[in-house]
């Protein structure tokens, strides 16, 4: 059983920092990309960024220069830091992980996991 779970959300002002976490948890062989989205109410859920297991990151283009992801030495956990929050960066944020379970698993077979999601408010 595998188990991704997010941290980190909540109500931050315009301008402001907010850290989020992603840790996944369980019968795992390996971790392989790990992205984060978001889902604003009444719009489809769109990448905000994802990193590969050797650390490489793309971002869209409403969190290039403002986000930074990033993954520990374990490889399974991966954090968001998000500086210079708009209002327009509120939504649910939800955190993806492509998962093999086994050493017999082809790479490529890599299963997506999601977690429950974590709300950001950006409000003053």
């Known amino acids: 059983q595998v188990q991704v779970v997010e941290s980190g959300g909540g109500l931050v002002q315009p301008g402001g920092s907010m850290r989020l976490s992603c840790v996944a948890s369980?019968?795992?062989?390996?971790?392989?990309?790990m992205g984060w989205y978001r889902q604003a109410p009444g719009k489809q859920r769109e990448l905000v960024a994802a990193?590969?297991?050797?650390?490489?990151?793309n971002y869209s283009d409403s969190a290039k220069g403002r986000f930074t992801i990033s993954r520990d030495n374990a490889k399974t956990t991966a954090y968001l830091q998000m500086n210079s929050l708009k209002s327009e960066d509120t939504a649910v944020y939800y955190c993806?992980?492509?998962?093999?379970?086994?050493?017999?698993?082809?790479?490529?077979?890599?299963?997506?996991?999601w977690g429950q999601g974590t709300q950001v408010t950006v409000s003053s």
């Open positions: 993806k992980a492509v998962i093999t379970t086994s050493v017999f698993q082809n790479p490529a077979g890599g299963i997506d996991y």
């Open positions: 369980g019968s795992i062989f390996r971790v392989w990309l």
């Open positions: 990193i590969s297991r050797d650390g490489s990151a």
